[in-house]
């Protein structure tokens, strides 16, 4: 299995700050056929389903606030927040799906400092 | 808009088998794979398979041939089967599709959205 190790565990942000996380997999998870990167970001309220943030490593859904973005290829991947807001709090998963089975990371809680 | 429910027994013996189905509303099951995914309270996410609208399905080896998916197109609904449940298998279970990129030769799926709400199956004798 890809293992998806994510860091740092937790992290606390001033309100308007940048908050970085980092997604590493064990192997690499960029396509050659199509050269994209098989990663998936998710935001995680408190008692909500995750969302959907981005797609192929920095492909933004619909909707997502553009202070969010996504970065990296092969096996090191980063989600920035560029500026934190409030609504922003949340646990943050990076999911591989280059290989079945699928897997996440451990997750990444964003607090506000 | 497409909305996913997920429906079934919330609390379990252990060794009893767990059943979910998720009904899907504002879209239709094809021509989409679908998965079920669960989160232990408090814990991380774990995939546990999908299921194709044809019928087709991977399950995540970790656990061990516990795992049936069907799918009934007519209502809808996908459905997971868990057997032999212990307290290990206490989690909020999601269903959620798998959207398709397809290119003009190839079809990438194993992302997930949108998700069900999610339903507490708790396993305690």
């Known amino acids: 299995d890809i293992v998806m190790t994510q860091s740092p565990d937790s992290l606390a942000v001033s309100l308007g700050e940048r908050a970085t996380i980092n997604c590493k997999s064990s192997q690499n998870v960029l396509y050659s056929s199509n050269n994209k990167n098989f990663l998936a970001w998710y935001q995680q309220k408190p008692g909500q389903p995750p969302k959907l943030l981005f797609s192929w490593a920095y492909t933004r859904e619909s909707g997502v606030p553009d202070r969010f973005s996504g970065s990296g290829s092969g096996t090191d991947f980063t989600l920035t927040i560029s500026s934190l807001q409030a609504e922003d709090v949340a646990v943050y998963y990076c999911?591989?799906?280059?290989?079945?089975?699928?897997?996440f990371g451990q997750g990444t809680k964003v607090e506000i400092k | 808009q497409v909305q996913l429910q997920e429906s079934g027994p919330r609390l379990l013996k252990p060794s009893e088998t767990l059943s979910l189905t998720c009904t899907l509303s504002g879209g239709s099951i094809s021509p989409y794979y679908w998965s079920w995914i669960r989160q232990p309270p408090g814990k991380g996410l774990e995939w546990i398979g999908y299921i194709h609208y044809t019928g087709s399905t991977n399950y995540n080896p970790s656990l061990k041939g516990r795992v049936t998916m069907s799918v009934d197109t007519s209502r809808n609904q996908f459905s997971l089967r868990l057997n032999s449940v212990t307290a290990a298998d206490t989690a909020v279970y999601y269903c959620a599709r798998d959207p398709t990129d397809c290119s003009s030769t190839s079809c990438y799926t194993g992302w997930f959205d949108p998700w069900g709400r999610g339903t507490l199956v708790t396993v305690s004798s």
């Open positions: 999911q591989q799906h280059y290989t079945t089975p699928w897997t």
